[in-house]
């Protein structure tokens, strides 16, 4: 499909070439009707008849032929999806559940974000605690073809601007890889410049030309500044590179869900040949997980809309009534003892301890409550918990962060020792019966580790952080 933008360049740039040619001399009547093409609608469907149906890359965000952008905050996985679509495409494989026909084909992938080494953190599972390298690497297509872009230097002889470079760099690369799939991480990487907007604006422009002349799909990643985790997904988040959307066929965005740090969503925003079937009535949820222990990437939830995984101020209530379930539960309380304990119905027990995410009915249903204050009292819970609340004024005055981390531990161990004796009540009280009693009564390794004394400097009497010695 020809799309008016595409034409429109085409046409300037040959109106150009003429015109140098003869600076005098303006195109005639028949150099401009060639040039802009001028046929009747019947003509172009005919023309149009001859050219294959674009196929999916992935789903309706990205087809063949078509220059997308998908944009996120930093640190939300832009980089884990791009390299996943790319291993997909290489094989002619689907990202699940977005569906996916394309014949397995050559992928540039043109890595501007992370090192060597970071790459193969991603892509092998952790070594055992006394080895020293990654094992078990993941084994991407050969028809995965990764080059590493380093712009921190000065534009290279024979370049005037880094778009230039770049644009020649990307075109010689897709030549060399003979990829017909080309995905730029990221285009960010043009900050540097005074007119970061504009730089980025030219290369997409020069990357459009090249998906013209040499018949590619180009997918461009793209930053976007710090946003409310409570507003949906927009266009306009693509703050500072809103424009670079008016050259893209396909707009999409990765983002935050409020359930839990590694859940994202992905949310259509622009289309230009087909429908959008993942706008905010249907976006498709995912946790951030290494598939088969060393292939970082998107695994597949399910379906939601976009109002669930955005926070509101109804969030915290629902929250608690949640979580505290949930602590009950793996305490070894039954359903229907945290039913009777709690005072929340038996079904709606077992529907939070099912619950992957908060939806916006029991948001909406959520009332102030003081349940989990009341169960976390036991016979002599006060003294621990003045010790824990010493401790935390103790953290708050320190300023060594060696001793800070120690505090830290204290506190842990503190509140770990706090949850057995409370379980040790539970137990005794009848509240945890049965087979989970040797479960409730099991001590908890803390998570924490201590520094090493030799990394602690002790401060003397007047110095900042001397704590006198306990008689």
């Known amino acids: 499909m020809i799309h008016l933008l595409d034409f429109v360049e085409w046409a300037v740039y040959t109106l150009d070439e003429n015109m140098d040619k003869n600076q005098d001399k303006k195109p005639i009547t028949g150099e401009i009707t060639e040039t802009f093409g001028l046929k009747r609608a019947n003509e172009w469907l005919e023309q149009a008849k001859?050219?294959?149906?674009?196929?999916?890359?992935?789903?309706?965000?990205?087809?063949?032929?078509?220059?997308?952008?998908?944009?996120?905050?930093t640190g939300k996985g832009k980089s884990i999806l791009a390299v996943q679509v790319a291993e997909a495409v290489a094989r002619g494989e689907a990202v699940e559940p977005l569906k996916a026909d394309a014949k397995p084909q050559n992928v540039l992938y043109l890595d501007c974000e992370l090192t060597e080494k970071q790459f193969e953190m991603r892509y092998a599972e952790d070594p055992e605690a006394d080895q020293p390298t990654l094992?078990?690497?993941?084994?991407?297509?050969?028809?995965?073809?990764?080059?590493?872009?380093?712009?921190?230097?000065?534009?290279?002889?024979?370049?005037?601007?880094?778009?230039?470079?770049?644009?020649?760099?990307i075109a010689k690369l897709t030549e060399q890889a003979n990829a017909k799939v080309v995905i730029v991480?990221?285009?960010?990487?043009?900050?540097r410049s005074n007119d970061h907007a504009g730089s980025a604006l030219v290369l997409m422009q020069s990357l459009r030309k090249l998906k013209n002349e040499m018949g590619?799909?180009?997918?461009?990643?793209?930053?976007?500044p710090k946003r409310?985790?409570?507003?949906?997904?927009?266009?306009?988040?693509?703050?500072?590179?809103?424009t670079l959307s008016n050259f893209a066929d396909s707009v999409f965005a990765i983002g935050q869900s409020r359930m839990e740090s590694d859940i994202r969503y992905i949310k259509h925003l622009k289309q230009r040949s087909a429908e959008m079937l993942c706008d905010e009535r249907n976006v498709p949820s995912f946790r951030i997980a290494k598939r088969g222990g060393n292939f970082l990437s998107f695994e597949f939830l399910r379906y939601t809309t976009e109002a669930v995984h955005l926070f509101n101020y109804q969030d915290k209530m629902a929250f608690q009534r949640v979580a505290l379930v949930k602590k009950l539960s793996t305490a070894g309380m039954t359903q229907r003892t945290i039913s009777q304990e709690t005072g929340i119905s038996l079904g709606a027990v077992n529907?939070?301890?099912?619950?992957?995410?908060?939806?916006?009915?029991?948001?909406?249903?959520?009332?102030?409550?003081?349940?989990?204050?009341?169960?976390?009292?036991?016979?002599?819970?006060?003294?621990?918990?003045?010790?824990?609340?010493?401790?935390?004024?103790?953290?708050?005055?320190?300023?060594?962060?060696?001793?800070?981390?120690?505090?830290?531990?204290?506190?842990?161990?503190?509140?770990?020792?706090?949850?057995l004796e409370q379980r040790k009540y539970w137990v005794a009280s009848g509240k945890i019966t049965g087979d989970a009693v040797e479960g409730?009564?099991?001590?908890?390794?803390?998570?924490?580790?201590?520094?090493?004394?030799?990394?602690?400097?002790?401060?003397?009497?007047?110095?900042?952080?001397?704590?006198?010695p306990a008689r």
């Open 228 to 242: 409310s985790a409570s507003k949906p997904l927009s266009i306009n988040d693509l703050t500072g590179f809103k």
């Open 185 to 191: 991480d990221n285009i960010s990487i043009l900050q």
């Open 216 to 224: 590619l799909s180009i997918l461009v990643l793209a930053h976007t």
């Open 351 to 419: 529907k939070y301890l099912h619950m992957e995410f908060l939806d916006q009915a029991t948001v909406e249903t959520a009332i102030a409550f003081d349940i989990g204050a009341r169960l976390a009292i036991f016979p002599g819970c006060e003294k621990v918990d003045r010790q824990i609340a010493a401790k935390k004024m103790e953290h708050r005055k320190e300023s060594n962060s060696f001793i800070r981390d120690d505090i830290e531990c204290d506190i842990e161990e503190l509140g770990l020792q706090r949850d």
């Open 440 to 468: 409730a009564l099991r001590i908890r390794p803390p998570q924490r580790k201590r520094s090493p004394d030799l990394f602690i400097e002790t401060p003397l009497p007047g110095q900042p952080g001397y704590r006198k």
């Open 50 to 73: 001859a050219k294959p149906l674009p196929r999916a890359l992935i789903g309706g965000f990205w087809s063949e032929g078509e220059l997308a952008i998908m944009f996120a905050d």
């Open 135 to 169: 094992k078990n690497h993941y084994q991407f297509s050969d028809n995965f073809f990764r080059a590493q872009v380093d712009l921190s230097g000065d534009v290279p002889d024979g370049y005037k601007t880094t778009q230039e470079y770049l644009y020649d760099a």
